[in-house]
């Protein structure tokens, strides 16, 4: 069911009826509030909720047990997630982006199919330490935070192919990044560090490191030693 753009204010009862679907889109419709009986939707694959003006989201979103495809949550005035949605354990791509959060509950670690997690901009000043149970997660979007480091659990999740950790308040390259053996791209941009650590060059799989606008480094450059070996095994170093 597509409702997408439809100045609804509030979604129709008849909705909560349709115990068949498989997709509902609810985007950008300035919704409010979000009605419990949704959890009556136990066959949803696919939920679009983005760009509308829920404040909080019903414990019942935690029984659409069959939702594994997409959540789309971003774009709205969620200050806090509930713990059910640890509950969607089959869920592969879960977007919470443009959301006052301040922080994600623990229990997203329980989300064991999650390929794909996107929170930009959520005012985050940190992550849960149960992130690093998301071991099927390849992409991590934290972009326009406020982390000033992650979690040594960071270390467990050994399938991660990107990180975009951009416009946050590193003062260093997370230790816990050294034990990923797939991650490709790590994008640091426009944050605080001081210096990059000799171990980055030893990432195996690193093919892209972005270290544009950070301008604080010792010396007033990352190691150019450093720099030269990850060039030398061809990852693409970004300066400027």
């Known amino acids: ?7 609804l204010g509030r979604a129709p009862d008849a909705v909560w009826d349709r115990t068949d679907l498989r997709v509902l889109i609810l985007a950008d419709n300035g919704l409010t509030e979000l009605s419990p009986r949704i959890g009556a939707l136990r066959r949803l694959r696919t939920l679009d909720l983005g760009h509308n ?63 794909e997690l996107r929170a930009q901009h959520c005012s985050l000043t940190g992550l849960p330490s149960g992130i690093g149970r998301l ?35 590193l003062v260093e390259v997370p230790a816990a990044l050294a034990s990923l053996p797939l991650l490709r791209s ?27 606008w950070n301008d604080r480094w010792e010396g007033g450059a990352p190691d150019p030693e450093v720099v030269a070996e990850l060039e030398r095994r061809g990852c693409v170093v970004l300066l400027s």
Do not use: C
């Open 53 to 115: 003006a829920l404040e909080s989201l019903p414990v019942e979103i935690g029984e659409l047990r069959s939702l594994s495809r997409f959540l789309y949550l971003h774009d709205n005035r969620l200050t806090k997630l509930p713990a059910s949605l640890g509950r969607l354990t089959a869920l592969r791509y879960l977007n919470v982006g443009e959301n006052p959060l301040g922080s994600l509950p623990d229990e997203l670690g329980s989300m064991a199919a999650l390929v």
């Open 135 to 169: 071991a099927a997660l390849r992409e991590l979007w934290l972009r326009g935070n406020a982390l000033t480091g992650l979690p040594d659990s960071v270390a467990r999740l050994r399938e991660l192919r990107q990180l975009e950790l951009r416009e946050n308040a």
């Open 1 to 7: 069911m597509n409702l997408w753009r439809q100045d």
């Open 186 to 212: 790590l994008d640091l941009r426009a944050n605080r560090l001081r210096a990059l650590p000799s171990w980055v060059a030893r990432m195996p799989a690193l093919e892209k490191l972005d270290l544009r």
